[in-house]
């Protein structure tokens, strides 16, 4: 049985403005990653490039604009391999809930549960991004 990161948190801006800056890597690497490129388009692929050593891919495996969007690990550590992760938004009074999720780590390890820690950390990174135009320089983020 897989193990699985789950949050939701509220974003004060459209479906559209959270779908955009979770999705196109431009805002990707204000909030995540080092670089990263990819289309949201079924079947894309991502490159998300932490650095030399963390150079991973991912498959779009479900997308529907503005509505969800999940990557698959296919080139990355072996805790990442087996996952996918990605968001689902709801509008909710003139804000958007992003439900958050991260699914089927092989193992609750140590790199499992930091990487738990580290989205909480990222995700209220991506919310004062869209909120605040807040960019976090890459070697400041954990």
Known sequence: MGHNIYFDLYINASKQQVFDAFCLPEHL???????????PELGATYNLNFTDTYNWFAKVSDIKPNEHFYLKMVNSD????????GITLEEDNNRTLVKFS????????HHYRF??????QL???LKNYIEKDIIIPFEKRN
Request: charged letters at 10%; one cysteine or more.
């Open 29 to 39: 690497n204000s909030w995540w990653t080092l670089k990263s490129s990819g289309q």
């Open 123 to 125: 995700l209220q990174g």
């Open 102 to 109: 991260h699914i089927n780590w092989l193992e609750n390890n």
């Open 115 to 120: 990487s738990a820690f580290c989205w909480s």
């Open 78 to 85: 072996n805790d990442w391999m087996s996952t996918t992760f």
